[in-house]
């Protein structure tokens, strides 16, 4: 089991940054893949960035120059800041892991952009 917990979501203003965390209970190179979600109510959940144990980051369209998927293997932790929000991104953002064949989602941290 790989449990993960997300922090760093909260309201911000248009135009404004936020960095959300993701502790994971492994180290980050024995995990495949780790990644970024969001949803909003009624939408599909969809990628926002992604990382693999070995470094290579793939990143949705619609935020590529805006987030930035990072991580610190001491701290088995992997950060998303996110730059030049807007309303759109809105959405409850769920840190995923996926290794051994099983996906791992954390509960959730929810992202507010709104003046």
């Known amino acids: 089991q790989v449990q993960l917990v997300e922090s760093g979501g909260g309201l911000v203003q248009p135009g404004g940054s936020l960095r959300l965390s993701c502790a994971a209970s492994?180290?980050?190179?024995?995990?495949?893949?780790m990644g970024w979600y969001r949803q909003a109510p009624g939408n599909q959940r969809e990628l926002v960035a992604s990382?693999?144990?070995?470094?290579?980051?793939d990143y949705g369209e619609f935020v590529k120059g805006r987030f930035t998927i990072s991580r610190d293997n001491a701290k088995n932790t992997v950060y998303l800041q996110m730059d030049s929000l807007k309303p759109e991104d809105s959405a409850v953002y769920y840190c995923?892991?996926?290794?051994?064949?099983?996906?791992?989602w954390g509960l959730g941290t929810q992202v507010t952009v709104s003046s």
């Open positions: 995923h892991a996926q290794t051994g064949g099983f996906n791992y």
């Open positions: 492994e180290m980050l190179f024995r995990i495949y893949i």
């Open positions: 990382m693999t144990g070995g470094g290579t980051t």
